[in-house]
Every structure is written in structure tokens, then in C-alpha cells.
């Protein structure tokens, strides 16, 4: 029983810790139960502390209530210099400030400071993340190493030409941006073996068939030519020297000379500077894989395989994969410049994606651009800088954040990196880093963080915060762990073997009489709720709230799991005792969600639901479904009193309507009164069930009455007013006089307008005749009714002569 305890006291320490809101106020809780050391409790997370002081906790509770959050042991009484509560920081080691320029161009590379600060020291307490900043400043004239990487196949013969007039003319450009610049050169064709190249003794020696001019030069697969250095002639004079070579297939063997040119940094002459490595070509390039088609199965070992300046492991190495060399690059902290023709920028711009600093440069035809390609690129190279860090160790966690040129922030993964970056702008970043919970395992370790390119590194030393510093004053058979069967540590016993208990006072025989801690033969001991201890129940505090606990014999008693109102344990009207609800005064039910008073029932007249139900938990539940309201005062599909008793009350001021047998036999449970005058009736007050109404008669007349009526009664009191209010009659004379008006001033009306209408016709008429008189005069020397006395007739058969 005693290893189950333990076993379950391991599993719930080394779970990972998980921030609860406590009490909805949202601090985080500690979820300590089963933790029997200092360590263990450190251990379950940064929110937990434990309390080492004697005396805090008493014979017949756990060890693990020394464990809690700071706030719950200072409540529970322990003292402030009691508790052992380590909290992580950082500490500068070395932090010189960073350059603005470099002065003296014979001081050494490592003299230049561009990355502040140099070694951090961070005190890390599980998952509590430490933050410190980084600043990088682009410091002018900062050295360079470039090696130039030259694809010598038959198609780069006129681009050759070019690179040879690129030393000195490269030297002086530089110049403008650094004083320590060194320059390399290497090239590459292909493997030497079928399918690659042919392989036929011609061909070995002279792969062009070229016999004028000069003959080609036969393959190879890379060649180193020319060390790294600052003589821009001698570069020139060695380049000159290459002759051009050729080979079978399209792709060539480029990323064997990256690999070579990467990882040989001292047959190349690498320097732990700005190092730079120009890649020219105008084809794709093979990779691993590619090597089976000529019978190469060994994989690249990444390693330097360089005798006498040449690639000695071609023929028998398969080409590197991509991310190989992506990590050496890395590695070898090497920015890549892909200077290419037009026809392969594409493929090149892919290898972006997966290269640590790269770009890529359409090149022309014959590679005069070189110069202003390399210039560019390495302007668009170090003007981005990209904070990037060594493997982390086993379940580490980093973040960074970044302000940039302009004040410009950024977070997540666009955290690491700052564009725009020119020579003498400062950015910083902000890194996090998390430890993770503390293992048997967990130790010391080391983190470098450095700008992708750039040759400095800060050195981050991690130390977790996983031992307690009171460990070291144990005590050995403390007379405190029951005459010394333990040592004290922390101010919590260890027990020795054959003794259990928290102070080690039970021997471990009686720890197995299980049995006097089961209720009714149940087959968990102390219903699963807390570990038997020398035959009696020593209770487990509840997990979702550390600061409650069970209790009772067999731990079967708790105060949080009572009903809820509301969401609100016993509707904050009582407090929860073992399960069960105890109500304030005033309050009822099994979450004292009842108030036992009935004034909430009362309806206007003061009667409880208004005479019309029962109050039920403050609540009336109406006896007619017809009424509701929260007093049973309302019913929406009654009729109106007024409506309903109009009849009767006609009846009596003898308005026509039901016959007289009818008025004694419906009216007969009123309690009629009759007054001569409506302001004799009884003001209206409904809260008292008094209404005053208003009804019209067959005549047209209004008849005024008061209704009294007890809530729930099916008896009323009608007070009729006697006297009508009735409309007066039609003023015969006046309807004549206006009628007899009106039928007059209508026909002048009419009379005026056909007088109009006719005026308007007639002058229209009269306009008319008088245009065409005029259109109708004639000459007065010419007689109008004069016709000719000779008629003239015409033969149609007649022709003249």
C-alpha cells in the first residue's frame, strides 16, 4: 500500500504543470499532492514553493502540504525566511558595447564588436521563461573573405574571359566598403565516370574534340585554385592560367565543390569573418542520388577530401543532398551568392528555401555583370540581419522578438530576423528561453545565438533551478523523525527503511492493515481519497483546490462538492458541510436557492399570487393556467370587466339588450347600486380592484359604472351612474341653409366656368378667320372671275420637221 502511495505521489510530481485559475481570480495553483521532497515540489512548477519550517505541519498530515503557492503558505502561517522559493534571472558576463566602426584595419577580426552582449548567465526555474536583450550593430569596414566558385564546363569558355579581369577590379570596389578584403578562386565540371563525361581516352584528354585554339583541359570534379588573399593581380594571374573543360550531361557537379569549399576551411584559407562564397554556372547540378547512374552508392560524409588541391573522394562519393549542405553552410556560417544565367534563376530561387543566407544574381551571357552582381548581393546579404541559435537542449524552448530599424516590432518567427539593416544602424532582440520540468537527468548546458553570417556568438550558459539550497543542512536520525528513524531535509522527514509516516512513526508492518481504513468493506482504501496510515485514514487534499481538503474516518467528507445555484455553491447563501448544504437564515433547498419569505409573492392588493396561486420557493406557480405575471396579476385571454357586465348594467338604466326574466337570472350574483350622476361613482384604483367604465347603448348614449371585485371572487359590485350621456340631435334648419348654399354656389360655379370655356373657344375661332384672310388677299388690278376665251388643243400625233 505504502509503494502504491509513493507510485502515485511520483506520477502526480512529474506531471507536467498545467495553470489553473484558483477561486476565478485567476492565479495559478499548485498542484503538489504526492510530492515527498523540496525538490519534487520545485519540480511540479515556477508557481509552487515549499516551506522548510518545524512545526508547520502536524502528525496525521502529509508531507506535501509544505507544498503550495507563496500566497497559500504565508496564510497558513508559514514564516517569510521559510520558504524555499528560487526564482530564475540573468546575469551579464561579458557585455562590451557594440562598435560603431572598425578604426584600425590591423586589429584583429575578433576585435570588433557588432554583437552585445558576449556570455549571458540564465537561472532558469521550470517553465518560468528569463528574457534578455541582444543588440547588433553593422560596424563599417568589418572584414570579408570571398572565394569565387567557377563552373569550367565548354559553355562558360566567353564568362571565363570575364572572371579573369575580376581580381584587381573587384579589389578596388570593395575597397569602398572594407579595407580587409581577401579574395579565393576553385572550379568544377563533374564526376570523371560514365554517364558523367565520356570516358574514352580522347575524350579524357581533350573532352571540346578542339584542336584549334587551345585544346580543353580534361575533366575533374572540383579544384581548388587559388588560397583566399588580398592580391587582386595574383588573382587575376591564376584565373588566367584555367583552361575550359567539358562533359557529357547538362547538370554539373556543383554542390561537390560547395561541400568541399565549405567544410575545407583550412586548405581554402577561411577566416572567422564575413565569409562570403560566389557559385557561377549556367546549368542545374546533380545531387544525392544521382551518383547511382554511374555506379557511386557511398554517401557524401561531408568531410574534406582535398589532396594536392583536387577532390580526391569524386568518383567514389555520391553527391550531397541539399539540406547536407544547407547544415555545413550553416555550420560554417557561409552566406551564398548563386550568380546564374536567365534560363536557371528559378531553380536556384528555390534553394532560398533551404539554404541558412543565400541570394541569386541573373548573370549575363559572358559574365560581364559579375562585378555589379557581386556588389548587390552582397549589399542585399548584409543588410538583413537573422538572429539564429545552436541546437537547443531537450525540451528548451526559445522566442524572439524584434525591434527593427524605425522602431518597427516584430514577434514569432519574423522576430528573429531585421531588413534594411545599414552600416552603423543598431536593432535589438529580445530571447526568451524556457527550461523544461526538472528530470533525473536535467543538467547544465550551453546555447549559442548569433547573426546568420556574421562571425560573433553570444554564449547563453543554462542553469536550471532544480535542487533546493536547505538540502545541504540535512540531518541524519533527527530526533524530530520519531526519535531518529529519518533524516531531516528541508524540514520534512526521509524515512529510513522499515518506517513510514511524515515523521517516520509507523513501523512499515502497520503501514499493510489496510483493512481498518475501509468503510463497509468498500475496496478502496479510504474511498481513494487518502493513504492509510498505521491503520488510520490520513485524508488527501482535493486537486482542483489545494487549500480544501477531504476529511471524516475514511476521508468520505469534503466541502466543495455540495449543489450549485447559479453556478454558486449553495447559492452563496450557506456553506458546504461533507456534501450536504447548510443554509443562512432566510434560505431553503438543497443548494439554498429558496428564500423562505413570501414577499416577493405578494401581488398589488397585498394577497399572496393575488389570491390565484401559491408561492412555491419564492415563486408563484398560478392555480389558473390563464394568469401569469410574477404575481398571477395578469391574464391575457380574460375579457374585460367592462365587456362583461355591460349587458347587466344596460339592463338596468333600461337600454335594450337581454329581456327582464334574462336580467335576474345573469345578473343575479351582482351587487348592484344605482346613483343619479357619474361624479357620484367611485374614483378608479386598480391596485384596490376598482374600475370605473364606459359603455355606449343601442342609441348611442354612454352609460358610466364602477366595477369592485375581490381578487379570486366570483361576486362584484356594480355603482351604475343612472344618467346617460347622450350625443344631441341634428340641427335640421342649419343642414337645410347649408345644403340649399351649397347646391347654388355650385351651379355659379358651373356657370362661370362654361362662360370661360366659351370665351376661350371663340377668340380661338375668331384668330383663326383672320390668318387666312390675310393668306387669301390678291392683286387689285387682277379680275378674279376672268377665264380666257381661246382654248388650245395639242395633236399627239403631230411631229415636226
Request: charged share 20%; aromatic share 6%.
Amino acid at each position: 500500500m505504502i509503494g502504491q502511495a509513493l507510485a502515485v505521489g511520483l506520477f502526480l510530481c512529474f506531471c507536467p504543470w498545467v495553470p489553473e485559475a484558483e477561486g476565478g481570480r485567476g492565479e495559478p495553483l499548485c498542484h503538489a499532492t504526492g510530492v515527498t521532497s523540496c525538490q519534487e515540489c520545485l519540480a511540479s512548477g515556477p508557481q509552487c514553493a515549499w516551506c522548510k519550517a518545524e512545526g508547520f505541519v502536524r502528525l496525521g498530515q502529509h508531507t506535501w502540504e509544505r507544498c503550495g503557492t507563496v500566497q497559500a503558505l504565508l496564510a497558513r502561517g508559514c514564516p517569510p525566511a521559510a520558504l524555499e522559493d528560487p526564482r530564475g534571472s540573468s546575469v551579464l558576463l561579458q557585455d562590451r558595447p557594440v562598435a560603431s566602426r572598425r578604426r584600425d584595419p590591423g586589429h584583429h577580426p575578433h576585435d570588433v564588436t557588432q554583437l552585445q552582449p558576449q556570455k549571458v548567465l540564465l537561472k532558469l526555474r521550470p517553465g518560468e521563461p528569463q528574457t534578455f536583450e541582444v543588440k547588433f550593430r553593422r560596424v563599417e569596414g568589418y572584414p570579408v573573405d570571398m572565394y569565387y566558385l567557377m563552373d569550367l564546363s565548354f559553355s562558360m569558355e566567353n564568362d571565363l574571359l570575364n572572371v579573369k579581369k575580376l581580381g584587381t577590379d573587384l579589389m578596388e570596389e570593395m575597397r569602398n566598403i572594407t579595407e580587409d578584403f581577401r579574395i579565393g578562386f576553385g572550379a568544377f565540371v563533374d564526376k570523371t565516370v560514365m554517364p558523367y563525361i565520356s570516358t574514352s581516352e580522347q575524350m579524357l584528354k581533350n573532352p571540346c574534340k578542339r584542336v584549334e585554339l587551345k585544346p580543353c583541359a580534361p575533366a575533374f570534379g572540383f579544384q581548388h585554385v587559388l588560397n583566399l588573399t588580398n592580391d587582386g593581380n595574383l588573382f587575376s594571374q591564376m584565373v588566367g592560367e584555367q583552361h575550359i573543360s567539358g562533359n557529357l550531361d547538362l547538370p554539373e557537379g556543383g554542390l561537390d565543390a560547395l561541400m568541399q569549399a565549405a567544410v575545407c576551411e583550412e586548405q581554402i584559407g577561411w577566416r572567422n569573418v564575413t565569409r562570403l562564397l560566389v557559385f557561377s554556372t549556367d546549368a542545374g547540378f546533380h545531387f544525392a542520388g544521382d551518383g547511382k547512374l554511374g555506379g557511386i552508392i557511398l554517401p557524401s560524409d561531408g568531410k574534406c577530401h582535398l589532396k594536392d588541391n583536387v577532390y580526391t573522394m569524386s568518383t567514389r562519393q555520391d553527391y550531397p543532398s541539399l539540406a547536407h549542405l544547407a547544415e555545413k553552410l550553416r555550420e560554417k556560417n557561409i552566406q551564398t551568392i548563386f550568380a546564374v544565367t536567365q534560363d536557371v534563376v528559378p531553380l536556384y530561387e528555390k534553394l532560398k528555401q533551404i539554404f541558412p543566407t543565400c541570394t541569386v544574381g541573373t548573370l549575363s551571357n559572358d559574365s560581364h555583370n559579375i562585378l555589379q552582381l557581386i556588389v548587390e548581393a552582397y549589399n542585399a546579404l548584409t543588410s538583413e540581419v537573422i538572429m539564429d541559435n545552436s541546437e537547443l537542449p531537450p525540451g528548451y524552448q526559445i522566442e524572439y522578438s524584434s525591434t527593427c530599424k524605425g522602431h518597427v516590432t516584430q514577434t514569432g518567427e519574423a522576430g528573429r530576423r531585421c531588413s534594411g539593416v545599414s552600416i552603423g544602424d543598431e536593432v535589438t532582440f529580445q530571447v526568451s528561453v524556457t527550461a523544461p520540468p526538472c528530470t533525473a537527468e536535467t543538467a547544465e548546458s550551453q546555447l549559442l545565438i548569433k547573426a546568420q553570417g556574421f562571425s560573433e556568438e553570444v554564449e547563453v550558459l543554462l542553469h536550471p533551478l532544480c535542487r533546493c539550497q536547505c538540502a545541504k543542512d540535512s540531518e541524519p536520525h533527527s530526533h524530530n523523525c520519531s526519535g531518529g528513524h529519518g533524516t531531516l531535509e528541508c524540514g520534512a522527514c526521509r524515512c529510513d527503511v522499515g518506517h513510514v509516516g511524515t515523521f517516520c512513526e509507523c513501523e512499515a508492518a502497520m503501514a499493510t492493515m489496510g483493512d481498518l481504513c475501509r468503510r463497509d468493506n468498500a475496496s478502496e482504501v479510504c474511498g481513494g481519497r487518502g493513504d492509510c496510515v498505521c491503520g488510520q485514514c490520513v485524508c488527501h487534499k482535493l486537486r482542483r483546490n489545494s487549500e480544501h481538503a477531504y476529511y471524516g474516518e475514511y476521508c468520505q467528507c469534503d466541502d466543495l462538492h455540495c449543489d450549485q445555484h447559479q453556478g454558486v455553491l449553495c447559492g452563496g447563501r450557506g456553506r458546504c458541510e461533507c456534501g450536504v448544504c447548510r443554509c443562512s437564515p432566510g434560505f431553503s433547498g438543497s443548494a439554498c436557492e429558496c428564500p423562505t419569505s413570501t414577499a416577493t409573492c405578494l401581488g398589488p392588493n397585498s394577497l399572496l399570487c393575488s389570491g390565484r396561486g401559491r408561492c412555491v420557493c419564492g415563486t408563484c406557480v398560478c392555480g389558473d393556467a390563464r394568469f401569469q405575471g410574477p404575481s398571477c396579476e395578469l391574464c391575457p385571454s380574460c375579457p374585460d370587466v367592462c365587456v362583461m357586465h355591460r349587458e347587466c348594467v344596460l339592463c338596468q338604466v333600461s337600454a335594450p339588450g337581454l329581456a327582464d326574466e334574462h336580467c335576474n337570472t345573469e345578473c343575479s350574483s351582482l351587487n348592484l347600486t344605482l346613483v343619479p350622476d357619474p361624479q357620484l361613482l367611485p374614483q378608479e384604483r386598480r391596485e384596490a380592484g376598482l374600475r370605473r367604465c364606459r359603455e355606449r347603448d343601442a342609441d348611442g348614449c354612454w352609460v358610466q359604472f364602477s366595477h369592485q371585485a375581490e381578487w379570486g371572487n366570483t361576486s362584484a359590485h356594480l355603482t351604475i351612474a343612472f344618467h346617460k350621456e347622450c350625443p344631441p340631435g341634428p340641427n335640421v334648419v342649419l343642414i337645410t341653409a347649408v345644403v340649399s348654399g351649397s347646391v347654388v354656389l355650385l351651379g355659379l360655379a358651373l356657370l362661370l366656368l362654361w362662360k370661360l370655356l366659351t370665351t376661350i373657344h371663340d377668340r380661338r375661332e375668331f384668330a383663326r378667320f383672320q390668318n387666312e384672310v390675310e393668306r387669301a388677299r390678291w392683286d387689285t388690278g387682277d379680275n378674279p372671275i376672268y377665264k380666257s376665251a381661246v382654248t388650245t388643243i395639242k395633236n399627239p400625233k403631230y411631229k415636226a420637221h
